[in-house]
């Protein structure tokens, strides 16, 4: 069995955890990128390549790539930040970090790439302020989706609590003409024409459902817009989960409408969702105590929720994970998960630690810890590069 890699993001830039071909003895190598803030990672399980989204405020927004296993990196800079105007104003300053006055392709649309997605031989990126790119070229070069940005309903989105991100990228494995966003906070958004024309998808199945009065919570016949993760499960049809700002919800199809999947979770708060590679009923969530109550397991128990009902029913795995005094908090993009005949979980926390499950959630343990706070976690499995690229 070929190696798998977890591809750690972070606050101070990408970490590799290797874990060879049983999933053990797990080694860090890092940081990457420099250092920079690293919101999102994306592989090619057939050629090895690694990306790496993300910047800031001080970097400008870029996407890294490696093609040796995160031996070397090069960096495909996006738009302009602090940096370039303290090197432009100071050549000392300049010679010190290597800077060259080379063109930032979007100038200073957006200050960080949160989200990459490979798919179909394409390479997408979410933005923050949200925005779509694409780049056919493995991120080489890159071009807007404007289609989406020029949505009717764009005057109408409002950021959540990071800003007005786009961090969910979701496509269909056989039509490469269908893809779904997630936007926080405005909502899921879905193309069915390759990017062409986008429709906004917040329809509740039952317009009478709401839980009380919150914000974030179901109204006027529509989800809450501030959608925190999504994914879609696998074989025939479009089915979708998401974890909401206000619950986690199921659609049958394709987002057109969503069914409430809450009840039986101690929270309708949560950030990662999780479904199994082959099963389109089991999902994995990780619910925190709510928005305003600090972000962290309900009891200071932490707690990964299994459903393998499509979510009509839940129960709590908690072997190998802290049960007392847990105050981490794990973020929308820092749940992962192979493809393996038990499949392995992943995820990586605030504090700096990865857990890991290797048989379905029933059992975890702590594989990693003392990193910087953990942005996202997704794997690199060679293993899956005898299946088609897609």
């Given at each position: 069995?070929?190696?798998?890699?977890?591809?750690?993001?972070?606050?101070?830039?990408?970490f590799?955890?290797?874990?060879?071909a049983?999933r053990?003895?797990w080694?860090?190598t890092?940081?990457?990128?420099?250092?920079?803030?690293?919101?999102?990672?994306?592989?090619?399980?057939?050629?090895g390549?690694?990306?790496?989204?993300?910047?800031?405020?001080?970097e400008?927004?870029?996407?890294?790539?490696?093609?040796?296993?995160?031996?070397?990196?090069?960096?495909?800079r996006?738009?302009?930040?602090q940096r370039?105007?303290?090197?432009e104003?100071?050549?000392?300053?300049?010679?010190?970090?290597?800077?060259?006055?080379?063109p930032?392709?979007?100038?200073?649309?957006?200050?960080?790439?949160?989200?990459l997605?490979?798919?179909?031989?394409v390479?997408?990126a979410g933005?923050?302020p949200?925005?779509?790119?694409?780049s056919?070229?493995?991120?080489r070069?890159?071009?807007?989706?404007d289609?989406?940005?020029?949505?009717?309903?764009a005057?109408?989105w409002?950021?959540?609590g990071?800003?007005?991100v786009?961090?969910?990228?979701?496509?269909?494995?056989?039509?490469?003409?269908?893809?779904?966003?997630?936007?926080?906070?405005?909502?899921?958004?879905?193309?069915?024409?390759?990017?062409?024309?986008?429709?906004?998808?917040?329809?509740?199945?039952n317009?009478?459902?709401?839980?009380?009065?919150?914000?974030?919570?179901?109204r006027?016949?529509?989800?809450?817009h501030?959608?925190?993760?999504?994914?879609?499960?696998?074989?025939?049809?479009d089915?979708?989960?998401?974890q909401?700002?206000?619950?986690?919800?199921?659609?049958?199809?394709?987002?057109r409408?969503?069914?409430?999947r809450?009840?039986?979770?101690p929270?309708?708060?949560?950030?990662?969702?999780r479904?199994?590679?082959?099963?389109?009923?089991?999902v994995?969530?990780l619910?925190?105590?709510?928005d305003?109550?600090?972000?962290f397991?309900?009891?200071?128990?932490?707690?990964?929720?299994?459903?393998?009902?499509?979510g009509r029913?839940?129960q709590?795995?908690?072997?190998?994970l802290p049960?007392?005094?847990?105050f981490f908090?794990?973020?929308r993009?820092a749940m992962?998960?192979?493809?393996?005949p038990?499949?392995?979980?992943?995820?990586?926390?605030?504090?700096?630690s990865?857990?890991?499950?290797l048989?379905?959630?029933?059992t975890?343990?702590e594989i990693?810890?003392?990193?910087?706070?953990?942005?996202?976690?997704?794997?690199?499995?060679r293993?899956?590069?005898?299946?088609p690229a897609?």
């Amino acid at each position: 069995m070929p190696d798998l890699t977890l591809l750690v993001g972070t606050t101070k830039g990408a970490f590799l955890v290797h874990g060879g071909a049983d999933r053990s003895g797990w080694e860090v190598t890092g940081p990457h990128c420099g250092g920079a803030p690293v919101n999102h990672l994306a592989a090619d399980p057939g050629t090895g390549t690694i990306w790496a989204g993300g910047g800031g405020a001080f970097e400008g927004a870029a996407v890294w790539r490696s093609a040796d296993g995160g031996v070397s990196w090069d960096a495909a800079r996006l738009t302009r930040g602090q940096r370039d105007a303290w090197a432009e104003a100071d050549p000392a300053f300049a010679a010190m970090i290597g800077w060259t006055p080379e063109p930032r392709p979007f100038g200073e649309a957006f200050e960080q790439v949160w989200s990459l997605h490979r798919a179909h031989r394409v390479l997408w990126a979410g933005t923050k302020p949200a925005g779509l790119l694409r780049s056919d070229d493995d991120g080489r070069t890159w071009e807007r989706v404007d289609a989406l940005t020029d949505h009717p309903s764009a005057d109408s989105w409002s950021p959540g609590g990071a800003g007005l991100v786009l961090h969910t990228i979701v496509s269909d494995p056989n039509d490469p003409r269908k893809l779904w966003v997630g936007i926080s906070a405005a909502g899921v958004f879905a193309t069915e024409d390759g990017g062409a024309t986008w429709e906004r998808r917040n329809r509740l199945s039952n317009a009478d459902c709401g839980h009380h009065d919150h914000p974030a919570a179901p109204r006027d016949g529509e989800t809450g817009h501030c959608v925190h993760n999504m994914m879609r499960a696998p074989g025939a049809g479009d089915v979708l989960y998401q974890q909401n700002h206000h619950g986690v919800w199921r659609s049958g199809d394709g987002g057109r409408s969503w069914d409430d999947r809450t009840p039986g979770l101690p929270s309708t708060f949560g950030f990662p969702i999780r479904v199994h590679p082959r099963d389109p009923d089991t999902v994995w969530t990780l619910p925190l105590n709510g928005d305003m109550a600090g972000r962290f397991p309900p009891g200071a128990a932490a707690a990964v929720w299994r459903s393998h009902d499509g979510g009509r029913t839940w129960q709590a795995m908690r072997a190998g994970l802290p049960q007392r005094g847990c105050f981490f908090t794990v973020l929308r993009q820092a749940m992962a998960g192979d493809a393996r005949p038990e499949a392995g979980l992943y995820f990586g926390t605030n504090s700096g630690s990865v857990f890991a499950s290797l048989d379905e959630g029933e059992t975890w343990e702590e594989i990693v810890r003392h990193l910087p706070t953990v942005l996202a976690v997704e794997v690199l499995d060679r293993a899956d590069a005898t299946v088609p690229a897609q």
